[in-house]
């Protein structure tokens, strides 16, 4: 079977497909990835702008055609954070069901932490034993720990690197010791009450990370780059980490941008990342954290593998039907 999985994001429109036989991993066919940039154009009353619902509604018109094109059976779109936390989210919405025919799940942040938990485990196995997940996004952070492949405590939190930098750093860098220190603290504070559940479990056997961030600041601090393949072990040293705070504070964007691992179009926010990567190693003790590849996108990928192999589990949402792709519409599947 082959499955498309929409995610809008903070800062993108993500379409990948794969396609899905029991008993395999999924097999990547292609990627298509749009600028929608949802959060920066979000205003302080939490309305997402009209120039962001074009885009966004142009994203998904490109992805539903990339999606037909490739003959993809099913399409599963869902919007994270940005979107799901806006206060105009349900009439972004109905205008992309209305420009497109695209209904959009929204995953709350705790069923965000729990698929993205099912991929890391998928990934490096039973041999993991005990594990904590991180894993932080644009808008938000997800934490989640357990010894299954259902995390026993899973944790969303407003700790997105993208929502820091907006809030609490200034629009252009340098910045202050002052000002990243108390983002530090406010780091520290929210960490410090959510993770209360976690701190009182057995230490994990393996901390993991995921998501662009992780990626770039392993890289940043001297992981392998891409090129040296899907399988080679790359992980984030809280130490090497450490020193890097304080030089990512006083570069301006465009010198971040030329640092090993850092693309430009996440560099202004690269710090705050930073910040609550090390925030999280230090309050949970954490000497390093391995680098997994799959996230979120593959955990909905597992999660439809399961059904197609007869298991039971969650709905993704169980307020709607899945949807399947005919040409380029879409209609629930009956």
């Given at each position: 079977m082959r499955l498309g999985v929409l995610d809008i994001g903070s800062n993108s429109a993500h379409l990948r497909v794969a396609d899905l036989?029991?008993?395999?991993?999924?097999?990547?066919?292609?990627s298509v990835k749009s600028a929608v940039r949802l959060a920066e154009a979000t205003d302080r009353h939490g309305v997402i702008g009209r120039p962001a619902v074009g885009r966004l509604i142009a994203a998904v018109r490109e992805s539903v055609a990339a999606a037909a094109a490739l003959d993809v059976a099913?399409?599963?779109?869902?919007a994270t954070s940005a979107l799901r936390d806006a206060?105009?989210?349900?009439?972004?919405?109905?205008?992309?069901?209305?420009?497109?025919?695209?209904?959009?799940g929204f995953l709350s942040g705790e069923r965000e932490a729990r698929l993205t938990f099912l991929a890391a485990r998928r990934w490096f196995g039973w041999s993991a034993g005990p594990m904590l997940l991180a894993d932080i996004g644009g808008g938000s952070m997800e934490l989640a720990y357990g010894a299954g492949t259902e995390p026993e405590i899973a944790l969303s939190l407003p700790l997105g690197a993208g929502r820091l930098t907006r809030h609490h750093l200034p629009p252009r860098p340098p910045v202050r010791k002052r000002t990243h220190r108390?983002?530090?603290e406010h780091v520290r504070a929210v960490l410090g009450e959510a993770v209360v559940g976690i701190a009182e479990?057995?230490?994990?056997a393996r901390a993991v990370a995921t998501s662009k961030t992780f990626t770039q600041l392993a890289r940043l601090c001297g992981a392998p780059k891409a090129k040296a393949g899907l399988y080679r072990e790359r992980r984030l040293d809280r130490r090497e980490l450490h020193r890097w705070i304080p030089r990512l504070a006083k570069l301006p964007d465009e010198e971040r941008a030329r640092l090993r691992g850092v693309k430009a179009s996440r560099a202004h926010q690269i710090l705050a990342g930073a910040i609550v990567a090390e925030g999280v190693m230090d309050v949970?003790?954490?000497d390093r954290l391995d680098l997994c590849p799959w996230a979120l996108r593959e955990g909905v990928f597992l999660h439809r593998l399961n059904e197609l192999a007869g298991g039971r589990g969650p709905e993704l949402f169980p307020e709607r039907r899945p949807m399947t792709l005919r040409g380029a519409s879409l209609r629930a599947v009956t």
């Open positions: 036989d029991p008993g395999h991993p999924p097999v990547p066919v292609r099913e399409l599963v779109p869902y206060a105009n989210r349900d009439d972004v919405a109905a205008e992309v069901r209305a420009a497109t025919g695209v209904e959009l108390a983002l530090r479990r057995p230490a994990p949970l003790g954490l």
